[in-house]
């Protein structure tokens, strides 16, 4: 249960950074809030739980062979660590999101697009979504689904309530209390980079 526990909040501070950093998904979310309403918003942000499927299982069958050899593992450890260290520097410096809006269209079709055309989702779980999914079923079953549950309710989550509250408040982007969250949640991904980065270590070590 511990480690079940350990996992889930992984998954959550993971999920709420990703759902809620700048990017092509969070901008199309604000972009049909903006013009549609909040309706419009939560359709684009559901878009990761129909386009995530292929990448996840893809990436964890590229990796399942690799659970017991420790070297590979760890250098892509160490990759996973690195991009989590830019993915909390770049929450660090956060200072607002801007908007360029677009023509309007069908909200989840364009946020199923936007979701396969951005790297970001393949980097993730290529070097840090499939090898905690693998460290997190060597626990157990349970402890691997905690993980991806929470990752998925905060990602999709996040941007779902953030769209309610750009329907209500359109400065929300801007605001001091969007970039304090930002960068408290870019030094908590540093910290878990560090975690990561130690851990590759350890192994290329042992």
Excluded at 65 to 75: E, F, S
Excluded at 116 to 132: D, E, I, K, R
Excluded at 181 to 206: D, E, H, I, K
Aim: hydrophobic residues 55%.
């Amino acid at each position: 249960m511990t480690a079940s526990l350990a996992f889930l909040l992984t998954g959550a501070l993971l999920g709420l950074s990703g759902g809620l950093a700048p990017g092509p998904l969070l901008t199309l979310v604000a972009n049909e809030t903006l013009r549609h309403g909040a309706r419009a918003g939560i359709g684009v942000a559901l878009a990761p739980l129909l386009t995530d499927l292929p990448i996840v299982l893809v990436t964890v069958g590229l990796l399942q062979p690799l659970a017991g050899q420790d070297g590979p593992l760890a250098v892509i450890q160490l990759g996973g660590g690195l991009y989590l260290a830019w993915l909390g520097w770049q929450g660090v410096r956060f200072r607002g999101a801007e908007l360029q809006l677009t023509d309007p269209a069908d909200s989840l079709w364009r946020g199923v697009i936007a979701n396969f055309l951005n790297p970001s989702p393949y980097l993730f779980w290529l070097t840090v979504g499939a090898p905690t999914v693998l460290a997190a079923w060597r626990e157990s079953g349970l402890a691997a689904v905690a993980f991806v549950a929470a990752f998925y309710a905060l990602l999709v989550g996040s941007k779902a309530a953030l769209a309610i509250a750009l329907d209500r408040a359109r400065a929300v982007l801007r605001s001091r209390g969007y970039v304090n969250l930002m960068r408290g949640l870019g030094w908590a991904l540093l910290a878990y980079a560090l975690w990561f980065l130690c851990q590759g270590g350890w192994q290329l070590s042992s």
